[in-house]
């Protein structure tokens, strides 16, 4: 079997960084996108020799085109395509900005949409393949200050059943697992400046502790897998029992 090509959006660090190095430790060679050139080739030296640094800023959504068109030409093929990039802000909804509700919905959402379209297009010629998007548990309940993160994690579960009822023709696969809350420099910096937030978390959550970077990498990894030749436009929960927690 040829050697298989991925991209994994936003890996380098947290659980873009552990999919990416699921994905190489597998023998898939991974493109690591990611904005800032310094963590990015540094990640993909840790990760090791399947791992290419690629320095992109997703938000230049009129250069997605031709930065998966690069990587076509060089591989003749892209068969996996995972979604992680995304940025948040913790913010009272009255004093959220138009301006930054649109820039959360452009990172998370609009680029999703240019990147997927764009490396479909690869898939379609080539016979299929994977897509995995990334939600949150802001999609699966409401949760204060974060209306815009929520707003975007939404709609990326709505547009990952649609991708999946649309690409299925194409033999193309599109899956979403929503993370709970998952040990990373970002959750821990969010949660130790909210006790009272971090409290619910523990208190809601059946398993009583926070995931790992590795148990999302895993389950995107079974996504893209043959295991999962059969599942599309499915939304999993990776997150301890947060999301039916009492």
Same mark, same amino acid.
């Given at each position: 079997?040829?050697?298989?090509?991925?991209?994994?959006?936003?890996?380098?660090?947290?659980?873009?960084?552990?999919? $990416?190095?699921?994905?190489?430790?597998?023998?898939?060679?991974?493109?690591?996108? %990611?904005?800032?050139?310094?963590?990015?080739? !540094?990640?993909?030296?840790?990760?090791?020799? !399947?791992?290419?640094? #690629?320095?992109?800023? #997703?938000? +230049? #959504?009129?250069?997605?085109?031709?930065?998966?068109?690069?990587? =076509?030409?060089?591989?003749?093929?892209?068969?996996?395509?995972?979604?992680?990039? %995304?940025?948040?802000?913790?913010?009272?909804?009255?004093? &959220?900005?138009?301006?930054? =509700?649109? +820039?959360?919905?452009?990172? +998370?959402?609009?680029?999703?949409?240019?990147?997927?379209?764009?490396?479909?297009?690869?898939?379609?010629? @080539?016979? %299929?393949?994977?897509?995995?998007?990334?939600?949150?548990?802001?999609?699966?309940?409401?949760?204060?200050? &974060? &209306?815009?993160?929520?707003?975007?994690?939404? $709609?990326?579960?709505?547009?990952?059943?649609?991708? $999946?009822? /649309?690409?299925?023709?194409? !033999?193309?696969?599109?899956?979403?697992?929503?993370?709970?809350?998952?040990?990373?420099?970002?959750?821990?910096?969010?949660?130790?400046? /909210?006790?009272?937030?971090?409290?619910?978390? =523990?208190?809601?959550?059946?398993?009583?502790?926070?995931?790992?970077?590795? /148990?999302?990498?895993?389950?995107?990894? =079974?996504?893209?897998?043959?295991?999962?030749?059969?599942? @599309?436009?499915?939304?999993?929960? &990776? /997150?301890?029992? !947060?999301?039916?927690?009492?």
């Amino acid at each position: 079997m040829d050697k298989k090509i991925a991209i994994v959006t936003g890996g380098n660090s947290g659980l873009g960084y552990a999919t $990416a190095k699921k994905f190489c430790d597998n023998g898939i060679k991974t493109y690591v996108i %990611g904005r800032t050139k310094e963590r990015t080739v !540094n990640a993909c030296a840790e990760i090791g020799d !399947n791992a290419v640094p #690629l320095i992109f800023d #997703l938000t +230049n #959504l009129d250069k997605i085109p031709g930065m998966i068109q690069d990587i =076509f030409d060089k591989e003749g093929q892209i068969d996996i395509l995972v979604n992680n990039a %995304g940025i948040n802000m913790k913010k009272e909804f009255i004093e &959220v900005t138009d301006a930054e =509700f649109e +820039n959360i919905l452009h990172t +998370n959402l609009f680029s999703v949409f240019s990147i997927s379209r764009e490396v479909v297009k690869k898939m379609k010629e @080539t016979g %299929g393949g994977s897509i995995v998007n990334i939600s949150s548990m802001a999609a699966q309940y409401g949760m204060p200050k &974060v &209306v815009a993160y929520s707003a975007s994690k939404t $709609a990326i579960e709505g547009m990952t059943r649609a991708m $999946a009822v /649309d690409l299925a023709q194409y !033999n193309i696969r599109t899956n979403c697992i929503a993370p709970g809350f998952i040990k990373t420099k970002m959750t821990a910096k969010a949660l130790d400046s /909210d006790p009272p937030r971090k409290e619910k978390v =523990f208190s809601r959550t059946p398993m009583g502790k926070m995931g790992l970077p590795e /148990d999302i990498a895993d389950a995107v990894f =079974f996504m893209c897998s043959k295991e999962a030749k059969f599942v @599309t436009g499915t939304v999993l929960p &990776v /997150d301890g029992g !947060n999301s039916i927690g009492f």
